[in-house]
């Protein structure tokens, strides 16, 4: 192995850790953010309730997407053009069909 090889892949597993930390610390949060507007709103504590749920609900929803941002970027930093493109296409679609789903 090149000393070029070793690099790639400590720096591999260093983004590979940094997505797991954020995805967990994200779900965490999304967690917390659910059981306490959940709690709100069985009290009927009116509208916060509600924004926490939403709060949580839209924290899962954007988490993978986060993730894909990150992968992205880490391979555009090491010239993967082949694995970039994919994870664009693949955010592409995501958005794209995120925004059908506004319209329609």
Same mark, same amino acid.
């Given at each position: 192995?090149?000393?070029?090889?070793?690099?790639?892949?400590? &720096? &591999?597993? *260093?983004?590979?850790?940094?997505?797991?930390?954020?995805?967990?610390?994200?779900?965490?949060?999304?967690?917390?953010?659910?059981?306490?507007?959940? *709690?709100?709103?069985?009290? &009927?504590?009116?509208?916060?309730?509600?924004?926490?749920?939403?709060?949580?609900?839209? $924290?899962?929803?954007?988490?993978?997407?986060?993730?894909?941002?990150?992968?992205?970027?880490?391979?555009?930093?090491?010239?993967?053009?082949?694995?970039?493109?994919?994870?664009?296409?693949?955010?592409?679609?995501?958005?794209?069909?995120?925004?059908?789903?506004?319209? $329609?």
């Amino acid at each position: 192995m090149t000393q070029s090889t070793v690099t790639q892949a400590t &720096d &591999d597993e *260093i983004m590979a850790r940094r997505i797991a930390t954020m995805m967990r610390l994200g779900t965490a949060v999304a967690s917390v953010l659910l059981v306490v507007g959940a *709690i709100l709103a069985y009290t &009927d504590a009116g509208l916060a309730g509600t924004v926490l749920l939403a709060g949580g609900c839209g $924290l899962l929803v954007v988490l993978p997407i986060i993730r894909l941002v990150m992968m992205a970027g880490h391979f555009a930093r090491h010239a993967e053009r082949h694995f970039t493109a994919i994870t664009l296409a693949v955010l592409a679609l995501i958005l794209i069909g995120g925004a059908a789903g506004l319209v $329609l």
